[in-house]
């Protein structure tokens, strides 16, 4: 019997309790023991629920319980996670967590600390909630140089663009749906400006590209700035908008890693990623494309891979799993501006069309029914993004108003 002590009881922690519960034969006979709750920490008062007994306020409970063998962190933000987290792994215990605020600022520490101790700091849920992806990129696909990674990491946002693509919702009745129906919180801020998609493209980052990809050193627009003309642009251009987060390993062994609505080309295996589900695509010199779906939160499917590190933490008591990656301080990451895109322009004014021309040179213009006279849109040759920004900055200075401006992704 292994002895395992849970840190929350919020929406993912009651379903990893739920599941360790419910499927105790199961993962019995994936382990050969059994794998018994002893505490579940957590201020608030649950006395309805079955595990009533398990429940404690006190972390000192699991820290000085010696039984106690792995650690589920499922509370959440950075404070106290870090600290609990910490002073798990340093007293030899191994942790697994959802956390993707907690690994994407302190992975590299505790990755070092669970090293030195000889146990594991595991995460899989951290970044695509139920989809596989960690154990996929750091077991299945080992053999192969992986030199990008681009993903819809953000159900809330990709539920809101869908709503706006399919049904015609401006962003804030969608933004609005996605709330009541339980997608979006009620302060939105970190999945429509980008932060969460950014914390796990740095994570996915990190563990391909072997450094600490810290989310203050990577770009990041979120989706608050989308209109339904851009959407119709975009239909035009026979491609539909998504909130990417991309990462790619350039000739000179940097980075170019960034966080942005982008218009992908229908033909891609990311384009028809709806609603709240998320999709990631690896690109390996071995497999080519491989893409992992599926809803990448919600109780269960983000409790069913917390479970699996936890067994997978069981199985190796004695031994280490090697997931690692070094410090970093963002010397191997490119400036945005020097990221190569073309871009999508929406413009308005008197010759529009001819300015921009004389600015950008060749552009491909978007044509589309229904529009205002003097309104027009374009896409520019791929160019380094600094030298896109100062272009646009000419085109404003010769009396053209610029409405949008969105990157065509590569993918």
């Given at each position: 019997?292994?002895?395992?002590?849970?840190?929350?009881?919020?929406?993912?922690?009651?379903?990893?309790?739920e599941?360790?519960?419910?499927h105790?034969?199961?993962?019995?006979?994936?382990?050969?023991?059994?794998?018994?709750?002893?505490h579940?920490?957590?201020?608030?008062?649950?006395?309805?629920?079955?595990?009533?007994?398990?429940?404690?306020?006190?972390?000192?409970?699991?820290?000085?319980?010696?039984e106690?063998?792995v650690?589920?962190?499922?509370?959440g933000?950075l404070?106290?996670?870090?600290?609990?987290?910490?002073?798990?792994?340093?007293?030899?215990?191994?942790?697994?967590?959802s956390n993707?605020?907690?690994?994407?600022?302190?992975g590299?520490?505790?990755l070092?600390?669970?090293?030195e101790?000889?146990?594991?700091?595991?995460?899989?849920?951290?970044?695509?909630?139920?989809?596989?992806i960690?154990?996929?990129?750091?077991?299945?696909?080992v053999?192969?140089?992986?030199?990008?990674?681009?993903?819809?990491?953000n159900?809330?946002?990709?539920?809101?663009?869908?709503?706006?693509?399919?049904?015609?919702?401006?962003?804030?009745?969608?933004?609005?749906?996605?709330?009541?129906?339980?997608?979006?919180?009620?302060?939105?801020?970190?999945?429509?400006?980008?932060?969460?998609?950014c914390?796990?493209?740095?994570?996915?980052?990190?563990?391909?590209?072997?450094?600490?990809v810290?989310?203050?050193?990577?770009?990041?627009?979120?989706?608050?700035?989308?209109?339904?003309?851009?959407?119709?642009?975009?239909?035009?251009?026979?491609?539909?908008?998504?909130?990417?987060?991309?990462?790619?390993?350039?000739?000179?062994?940097?980075?170019?890693?960034?966080?942005?609505?982008?218009?992908?080309p229908?033909m891609?295996?990311?384009?028809?990623?709806?609603?709240?589900f998320?999709?990631?695509?690896?690109?390996?010199?071995?497999t080519?494309?491989?893409?992992f779906?599926?809803?990448?939160?919600?109780?269960?499917?983000?409790?069913?891979?917390?479970?699996?590190?936890?067994?997978d933490?069981?199985k190796?008591?004695k031994?280490?799993?090697?997931?690692f990656?070094?410090?970093?301080?963002?010397?191997?990451?490119?400036?945005?501006?020097?990221?190569?895109?073309?871009?999508?322009?929406?413009?308005?004014?008197?010759?529009?069309?001819?300015?921009?021309?004389?600015?950008f040179?060749?552009?491909?213009?978007?044509?589309?029914?229904?529009?205002?006279a003097?309104?027009?849109?374009?896409?520019?040759?791929?160019?380094?993004?600094?030298?896109?920004?100062?272009?646009?900055?000419?085109?404003?200075?010769e009396?053209?108003?610029?409405?949008?401006?969105?990157?065509i992704?590569?993918?």
């Amino acid at each position: 019997m292994v002895s395992v002590a849970i840190m929350g009881h919020g929406v993912v922690g009651s379903g990893v309790a739920e599941i360790l519960t419910t499927h105790k034969q199961k993962l019995f006979a994936s382990l050969g023991e059994e794998i018994y709750i002893k505490h579940i920490l957590d201020l608030r008062e649950f006395p309805d629920s079955p595990l009533v007994d398990k429940f404690t306020k006190d972390f000192n409970d699991i820290i000085n319980d010696r039984e106690v063998r792995v650690v589920v962190e499922v509370m959440g933000g950075l404070n106290p996670a870090y600290d609990f987290v910490k002073q798990c792994l340093k007293a030899g215990k191994s942790v697994v967590t959802s956390n993707k605020e907690l690994v994407a600022a302190h992975g590299a520490e505790l990755l070092a600390i669970a090293k030195e101790e000889n146990v594991n700091f595991l995460f899989e849920a951290s970044v695509g909630g139920g989809i596989p992806i960690i154990r996929p990129m750091s077991q299945c696909l080992v053999a192969n140089i992986v030199y990008e990674i681009a993903g819809i990491l953000n159900g809330t946002t990709n539920f809101i663009l869908t709503k706006m693509i399919e049904d015609g919702m401006q962003f804030e009745d969608a933004l609005k749906l996605a709330q009541d129906l339980g997608f979006a919180e009620r302060n939105p801020a970190a999945d429509i400006e980008g932060h969460d998609a950014c914390r796990k493209i740095c994570i996915l980052a990190s563990l391909a590209f072997g450094k600490h990809v810290y989310p203050d050193s990577v770009h990041t627009e979120g989706i608050t700035n989308i209109t339904l003309e851009d959407v119709k642009y975009a239909e035009a251009f026979n491609c539909v908008i998504k909130l990417i987060g991309k990462v790619k390993r350039l000739d000179s062994g940097k980075i170019d890693i960034l966080v942005a609505p982008m218009f992908v080309p229908k033909m891609s295996q990311l384009a028809n990623i709806d609603n709240e589900f998320n999709g990631i695509m690896v690109r390996g010199d071995c497999t080519g494309d491989v893409v992992f779906y599926g809803k990448g939160a919600g109780k269960l499917p983000t409790a069913s891979a917390v479970v699996a590190d936890v067994v997978d933490c069981c199985k190796h008591l004695k031994t280490r799993k090697f997931l690692f990656w070094a410090d970093g301080n963002g010397s191997n990451i490119i400036p945005y501006t020097e990221s190569k895109t073309a871009v999508y322009v929406r413009i308005k004014g008197e010759n529009a069309l001819d300015k921009a021309e004389k600015i950008f040179g060749a552009i491909s213009v978007i044509k589309r029914e229904d529009v205002p006279a003097d309104e027009a849109a374009f896409v520019t040759t791929e160019m380094p993004y600094g030298d896109i920004t100062e272009k646009i900055e000419a085109l404003k200075n010769e009396g053209v108003e610029v409405l949008s401006t969105i990157r065509i992704g590569d993918l």
